[in-house]
C-alpha cells in the first residue's frame, strides 16, 4: 500500500514539474463574480422601525416599488430592509445598508442598484402616507369653528405627500361656510390666507373653500361636474384637489379643497371694472349684499363692491334688465337686434347642458346660478358650482330622476327653447358631451379609486355609507354600490337626453 501512494506521489509531482517546465504564463483565475441590478425585495420591518405596528412588505412591479404606511408612522424617518444581486445600493450620493440607513419617504426615493463593471438600474420607491391624499392641517389653538360670520386665526400646514408641496406653519383665518350643508355634522369652511398662497398645484391666491361632499357619499359630484366644465367652451372652471383634513390635530374627514368662484386673475377675469353676478334668494344673502329684481329673479352683485344707486349699479341692472326684456319680446330670435346680441350663446349653451345632464337641483332658478360681464362685452353664463346635489342626489324633486328636463323649465332658457337656432346649438353640442360620456365614466373610475382608502377613514369618522344623510333618494351599504349608483344614473340620463333632444 505504501508503495502504491509512492508512486502517485513521484508521478503527480512529475507532472507539476512538467507543466511548470512548458508554459510558466498559466494563471489560475478566481471564478467570475454573477452581478444583477435586480431588487428582488423591499420592506420595512417592525423590529427597525419603533413607530410601525407590523412589518409592511412593499410591491416590486418592474422598477417602481409601492406600499402604504398608516397615520401614526414617521414616514420621514424609516428603516428599509431590501435585497439585491448588485454591487451596492445608493439614494442620492448615499450608500444603503439594508437594516440599518434611515430615508425621508415623505416623497418618492430613488434606489440605484450598481454593479462593479458600472451598471446601474433605479428603482423609485413611492410610498403612500395614511389615506395616499395629501394633509391639510388647520390650528387655530384649540377655538372651534362654529361660526358662518366670525373667522378663527391661527396657521395651517400640508403635508404634500408623494404629488404636491408641503406648506409650513402659513398665516390664515377660517370660519363656517354653506347654507343646508353647514346643518351637516361634517362642516365646510372657507379659509382665507394673509397672504396669495399656492394650494396643491393651484395657482395663488387667498381664499380657498372646503367641501365637505357630506351628502355626497361618493365625494365625486362636485369634481365630475368640473372636469365636465374643463371639457366646456366656459372661461373658467374651479379647480378642486382631495386632501385629508386636520383641524387642532383631530382628523376632520376627506374634503375637496376648492378655488372660490370670485374676481381674479386666475379665477373670475372681470378686468377693471366687470361684475359677477349670481341667481339667489333673499333669505341666502348678507346684510350687506347689494342686488336688484327682474321680472324673473333675483340678482346679487357678488362683485365688485357697489352702492345701491350708484353709476355702477344702475349700468348692471339695467343691462340685465334690458336683456330680460329683449328675451321675451317678439323679436326675441332676432339674429341681429334680439337676445343673442346680449348674450354669449356659446357660454350659455354649454352651462346649460352641464347643469341639464346632471340635473342640477338648485340651477333651474333657485340659488349659484352664476353670470359675468365686462362692459362693453355680452353677458356670460357661469362659472360652475354647488352639484353635491345634483346627479339624482336629491329626495325632495323631480332631478331625483334620470329622466325628464329640469333646467329647460328655466325661465330664461324655457324662452331660449322657443328659438330654432338655439335649439340647434344645444343638439350640437350635447352631441360633443355624448362623445365625450365613456370620458367621464372613466374619471369616475379613477378618482373612486383615488379615493378608496380615503372615503373608509372618511366613513370611520362619520359614518355614513348605510345611513341616510340628507337628502340622499338611495341609501347603499357599500362605497362602490354609491359610485355605480352615480355611474348607472348618469348613462341612463345621457341616454334619455340623446332622445329627448332629437325629438325637439
Given at each position: ?299 346679487c352683485i357678488k362683485e365688485p363692491e357697489v352702492a345701491e344707486n ?195
Open positions: 500500500m505504501k508503495k502504491i501512494f509512492y508512486k502517485i506521489l513521484v508521478i503527480t509531482s512529475l507532472i507539476v514539474a512538467s507543466c511548470s517546465d512548458n508554459d510558466t504564463n498559466i494563471v489560475i483565475e478566481n471564478p467570475p463574480v454573477n452581478e444583477g441590478t435586480e431588487i428582488t425585495e423591499f420592506s420595512f420591518l417592525k423590529s427597525n422601525n419603533p413607530s410601525l405596528l407590523f412589518d409592511i412588505n412593499l410591491t416590486i412591479d418592474g422598477n417602481v416599488i409601492t406600499g402604504s404606511v398608516s397615520y401614526e408612522v414617521n414616514i420621514k424617518d424609516l428603516i428599509a430592509t431590501f435585497e439585491h444581486d448588485g454591487l451596492e445600493v445608493i439614494v442620492g450620493n448615499s450608500k444603503q445598508i439594508s437594516g440599518t440607513t434611515h430615508n425621508d419617504f415623505s416623497k418618492k426615493t430613488i434606489y440605484s442598484v450598481r454593479t462593479s463593471d458600472q451598471r446601474e438600474e433605479d428603482y423609485e420607491v413611492a410610498v403612500s402616507y395614511f389615506t395616499g391624499l395629501p394633509i391639510f392641517y388647520i390650528n387655530t389653538n384649540g377655538v372651534p369653528i362654529d361660526s358662518k360670520d366670525e373667522y378663527r386665526e391661527g396657521y395651517a400646514s400640508i403635508f404634500g405627500g408623494l404629488n404636491f408641496d408641503n406648506l409650513q406653519n402659513k398665516e390664515m383665518k377660517i370660519r363656517g361656510r354653506g347654507n343646508s350643508t353647514w346643518g351637516h355634522p361634517k362642516k365646510p369652511y372657507q379659509l382665507k390666507f394673509k397672504t396669495q398662497t399656492k394650494v396643491l398645484g393651484i395657482p395663488k391666491d387667498r381664499k380657498w373653500i372646503f367641501l365637505a361632499e357630506h351628502s355626497d357619499k361618493t365625494l365625486l359630484r362636485n369634481k365630475i361636474a368640473f372636469e365636465m366644465g374643463y371639457l366646456s367652451n366656459l372661461d373658467w372652471t374651479p379647480k378642486s384637489e382631495y386632501a385629508e383634513v386636520f383641524l387642532n390635530n383631530e382628523y376632520n374627514g376627506t374634503y375637496n379643497i376648492s378655488q372660490k368662484v370670485e374676481e381674479s386673475n386666475q379665477r373670475v377675469v372681470l378686468g377693471d371694472n366687470g361684475y359677477l353676478l349670481e341667481i339667489d334668494q333673499l333669505h341666502r344673502l348678507d346684510s350687506d349684499d347689494v342686488y336688484f329684481y327682474t321680472n324673473e329673479f333675483l340678482i350708484s353709476s355702477e349699479f344702475d349700468y348692471i341692472n339695467n343691462l340685465i334688465i334690458n336683456f330680460e326684456a329683449n328675451l321675451f319680446s317678439s323679436q326675441f330670435a332676432n339674429p341681429t337686434t334680439g337676445y343673442a346680441s346680449f348674450i354669449d350663446v356659446d357660454s350659455f349653451v354649454d352651462w346649460y347642458l352641464i347643469n341639464e345632464i346632471t340635473k342640477n337641483v338648485d340651477a333651474r332658478w333657485y340659488s349659484s346660478i352664476f353670470l359675468n360681464v365686462i362692459p362693453g362685452e355680452k353677458i356670460k353664463m357661469g362659472p360652475l358650482w354647488d352639484f353635491d346635489l345634483a346627479f339624482g342626489n336629491v329626495d325632495y324633486a323631480d332631478s331625483q330622476y334620470w329622466d325628464g328636463f329640469w333646467i329647460k323649465q328655466n325661465p330664461w332658457y324655457g324662452r331660449l327653447f322657443e328659438d330654432p337656432v338655439f335649439v340647434e346649438k344645444v343638439k350640437e353640442r350635447f352631441s360633443y358631451f355624448r362623445d365625450n360620456q365613456n370620458f367621464i365614466l372613466d374619471k369616475i373610475d379613477f378618482y373612486a379609486n383615488y379615493l378608496n382608502l380615503a372615503q373608509e377613514e372618511n366613513d370611520i369618522k362619520w359614518d355614513i355609507i348605510g345611513n341616510y344623510a340628507w337628502p340622499n333618494p338611495v341609501v347603499y351599504d357599500t362605497y362602490e354600490e354609491e359610485v355605480a349608483h352615480l355611474k348607472n344614473w348618469y348613462v341612463q340620463r345621457m341616454d334619455w337626453l340623446a332622445n329627448a333632444f332629437n325629438n325637439l
